[in-house]
């Protein structure tokens, strides 16, 4: 499976150019493509730099034969109408169900903050079987948010295994409660906004304490479970090249990496190729490709 995750920075380059066509350009000249997982994806919002009409649509013309998701982590009415803010996720892959997540938000009166989410589809890979492939973009500013957040996202990994290994009974009555794709095979990827010496690094890849699954009734398959950066699982001495703050310093003095791809404890040792493309301006952040398989 080849993955791209991008924060496209509502597809506005450098240049203060809008232009959804040109990250699309810069993704399939990275090379093969069956999932884009993109952050920072805007409908109607006239104001921000460059201005953002209806991009999921955008995206989903310039995307032909690929199913398009998108997850509003804003999604409000003001004087310019409704207005919408989120990630997507794309594929040609074939889907198998799709969910969303709204992230922890707790209160932070200092400093300003949006809403944020997650995005859950599962495609089914011809060589991996189901996968779990999780976007999310966490809080900018809040510290106190990100690490909420940061936590928040670890438990969703092991709540997802509980059903691995401790699965409902199957029904295949045609109701709500059918069989669903119950899969160990998870990746999450995005702009995380912090970096690997940062707490909430350690945070989210911090595998599962025997105490913590007794109290929470997961089972024991659960226990040692963790998040796996696909970049140290390659490159375990070495840092991972930056993603962020190339060419422009607005947010800092120095670059760095914020944009991670995470994996299962079962695709450990899928992790073929990670590329960062440190040469695009088409945003503020570069993008990143993972090649499971």
């Excluded at 989410?117 to 890979?125: A, G, P, R, S, Y």
């Excluded at 969703?156 to 009555?173: G, K, Y």
């Excluded at 160990?184 to 970096?195: I, K, Q, R, S, T």
Aim: charged letters at 20%.
């Amino acid at each position: 499976m080849h993955l791209v995750t991008w924060n496209t920075q509502w597809c506005c380059g450098l240049d203060g150019e809008v232009r959804p066509e040109r990250i699309v350009q810069t993704v399939q000249s990275m090379g093969e493509c069956d999932v884009l997982c993109l952050q920072e994806i805007a409908i109607h919002y006239p104001q921000l730099r460059g201005g953002a009409a209806h991009q999921v649509q955008q995206l989903q013309a310039l995307l032909p034969g690929w199913s398009v998701f998108f997850g509003a982590a804003v999604h409000e009415w003001t004087e310019a109408g409704e207005q919408q803010f989120g990630n997507l996720i794309a594929t040609r892959l074939p889907v198998l169900q799709v969910q969303h997540y709204p992230l922890p938000y707790p209160g932070d009166q200092h400093v300003r903050t949006m809403q944020r989410m997650c995005t859950v589809v599962t495609v089914q890979d011809p060589l991996l079987g189901p996968v779990h492939v999780m976007t999310t973009h966490l809080e900018y500013y809040s510290k106190r948010q990100r690490m909420a957040q940061a936590r928040y996202l670890r438990r969703m990994h092991f709540e997802a295994l509980s059903q691995v290994f401790a699965p409902p009974p199957l029904a295949d009555d045609g109701s709500p409660f059918q069989r669903k794709p119950r899969t160990e095979h998870a990746v999450l990827c995005g702009d995380f906004n912090f970096e690997s010496h940062e707490l909430e690094y350690a945070a989210l890849s911090s595998p599962a304490a025997v105490i913590e699954c007794l109290e929470a009734g997961w089972p024991e398959g659960v226990v040692g479970a963790a998040w796996n950066d696909a970049w140290r699982v390659l490159r375990t001495h070495q840092p991972q090249p930056d993603t962020f703050r190339l060419f422009d310093r607005q947010f800092g003095p120095e670059p760095g990496a914020c944009d991670f791809v995470w994996v299962s404890d079962s695709l450990y040792d899928k992790v073929r190729s990670f590329e960062v493309n440190q040469q695009t301006q088409a945003s503020d952040h570069q993008p990143v490709r993972v090649v499971l398989g």
